[in-house]
Nanobody, 117 residues
């Protein structure tokens, strides 16, 4: 059972930056893919960015390409989401997820990001 703890959300003005962190309870090399999703009120949860923990390969939603960067720190078992040039439409609850090699999926509790215009 992988436990994920997110932090770093908050209130920021449009054009500002935030960095989200997701700390995993075990060595992230035992996890296949880690990702950030978001869900705004009344909308479906959507994939924001993902990283394959061993190769470091990344994938981004079109809406955040060029503004958000996902990265991992293996020594700290932590994945980050650096969010720059934030827009009001980025306002959501952001969730960290982990998918292991047995296709089990784990979720964090979510962290609120609010961008004021």
């Amino acid at each position: 059972q992988v436990q994920l703890v997110e932090s770093g959300g908050g209130l920021v003005q449009a054009g500002g930056s935030l960095r989200l962190s997701c700390a995993a309870s075990e060595n992230i090399f035992r996890i296949n893919v880690m990702a950030w999703y978001r869900q705004a009120p009344g909308k479906q949860r959507e994939l924001v960015a993902s990283v394959t923990t061993r190769s470091g390969g990344t994938n981004y939603a079109d809406s955040v390409k060029g503004r958000f960067t996902i990265s991992r720190d293996v020594a700290k078992n932590t994945v980050y989401l650096q969010m720059n040039a934030l827009k009001s439409e980025d306002t959501s609850v952001y969730y960290c997820s982990a998918s292991d090699y047995s296709m089990n999926e784990y979720w964090g509790q979510g962290t609120q990001v609010t961008v004021s215009s």
